[in-house]
């Protein structure tokens, strides 16, 4: 039996009332709710062990160093890294992408070379390619999406050749939900000797993430998507590339010895954390991933499914004009959606007055919404603490949206 009770219990914020109707939280593709267990071990680690790290001799320095890089080992474990020193923490899914866009980009990428990317990447994961390809001459191709909002392989394929230098795909789309099929993406782009970065974004909290079997080169994922903190992120990276790129920002950390002539870089993974990290965060965001994997990951995307399947079935046959945008075999808990005419920041202001969040607008993915022909989209999103009665909840509150436009 999925514990829905428990889960429910343990995110405080879950009760608050909004508009005098209980909050109904279907934003999740944006963040997540965090449980109990990651607000006290913020305040644990702030009361307890704080210091800054690495540098200290001191006891508060080492209890502080200690979580800090228990957190890496915890996320090397989470996604199967085959080291701690190929975790990178960086401030969101989208510093990593542009981590390595920038890194590679410097140590591989030349004019007239490709980058290639897909039309339902987030802006995350096409902006830094762009501007690597304005900086080096390179061209971006990017890869079609069918009517069903999966992604064209045939013309995938097309598009590899000897000028290709790097593949960047969601490994789930945050606008269709669609789940890519990333390890045929994968193969096919190292029979060419092509790396891939996979955005991770959407799939973290959704799926078991294992690296290795994937064979992935780059990962990177937000801790706010999987229930942690915000504002720490992550960048799996195979050993020989992270080895090979030059560093990312300088600073403090990524040294080994300074001189005003010359600068020697820091081993993996220091070399491309400049700073003073956030280790408060990425303590915190252990006790997440402790959390999610109490619960177990394939258990929590089963529940998901189960009311993503639920609520597409109750929304295509109670609402005249309507459609779901990603029809995907395969697909996260991710519902973006239309009712005929009705402007979705109508549908998400009056949904909002009956307690039921979603989000509305273009969700960073233009380019994907031009393809379709939107400039707008309504969508709904579950995590691991949504209920079938909010799923209820919400569609009667659609219906009484819909009654009044
Ligand atoms: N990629 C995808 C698919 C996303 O959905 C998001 C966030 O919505 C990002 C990247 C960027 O994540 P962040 O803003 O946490 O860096």
């Given at each position: 039996m999925y514990p829905i009770e428990q889960i429910r219990g343990a995110?405080?914020?879950?009760?608050t009332q909004v508009h005098k109707h209980p909050l109904i939280y279907l934003d999740n593709a944006a963040t997540t709710q965090k449980p109990q267990c990651v607000l006290d071990a913020i305040q644990e680690a702030y009361s307890t062990s704080n210091a800054n790290v690495?540098?200290?001799?001191?006891y508060l320095s080492q209890r502080a160093t200690d979580l800090h890089e228990g957190a890496r080992r915890r996320v090397a474990r989470f996604i199967h890294?085959?080291?701690?020193?190929?975790v990178i923490f960086t401030r969101g899914a989208t510093e990593a992408i542009n981590l390595v866009a920038f890194c590679f980009g410097e140590a591989f990428v030349r004019s007239g070379d490709e980058i290639v990317i897909s039309t339902m990447e987030h802006h995350a994961n096409i902006v830094p390619w762009q501007m690597l390809c304005q900086r080096k001459g390179a061209q971006l191709r990017v890869v079609r999406v069918n009517e069903s909002g999966e992604l064209d392989l045939d013309h995938y394929a097309s598009l590899?050749?000897?000028?290709?230098k790097i593949v960047a795909i969601s490994h789930?789309?945050?606008?269709?939900g669609t789940i890519n099929p990333v390890k045929q993406i994968i193969a096919q782009a190292h029979e060419r000797g092509i790396p891939v970065l996979l955005d991770g974004a959407q799939a973290i909290a959704h799926s078991r993430v294992d690296v290795q079997e994937l064979d992935v080169d780059f990962y990177a994922f937000s801790s706010h998507k999987i229930y942690g903190p915000t504002g720490i992120g992550v960048l799996y990276g195979k050993r020989e590339l992270l080895e090979a790129m030059p560093p990312y920002m300088g600073g403090g950390?990524?040294?080994a010895k300074v001189t005003f002539e010359h600068t020697t870089y820091n081993v993996l993974?220091?070399?491309y954390e400049a700073g003073t990290p956030d280790y408060i965060g990425t303590y915190a965001l252990s006790r997440a991933l402790d959390f999610v994997e109490e619960i177990g990951l394939e258990a929590i995307a089963q529940h998901e499914a189960e009311l993503l399947s639920y609520a597409s079935g109750r929304l295509l046959s109670e609402f005249e004009g309507s459609y779901i945008l990603g029809q995907a075999e395969h697909k996260s808990a991710i519902m973006s959606f239309g009712i005929g005419e009705i402007h979705p920041f109508d549908l998400g202001t009056l949904l909002d007055q009956l307690g039921v969040a979603i989000r509305t607008g273009h969700h960073c993915a233009e380019p994907l919404l031009d393809r379709y022909g939107h400039t707008a989209i309504a969508r709904a999103s579950w995590g691991m603490y949504n209920t079938r009665e909010e799923v209820d909840r919400f569609f009667d509150a659609l219906h009484r949206v819909v009654g009044m436009l």
């Open positions: 995110f405080p914020i879950l009760h690495h540098r200290g001799v001191h890294a085959p080291s701690d020193e190929e590899l050749s000897e000028r290709t789930a789309s945050n606008v269709l950390e990524m040294i993974p220091f070399k």
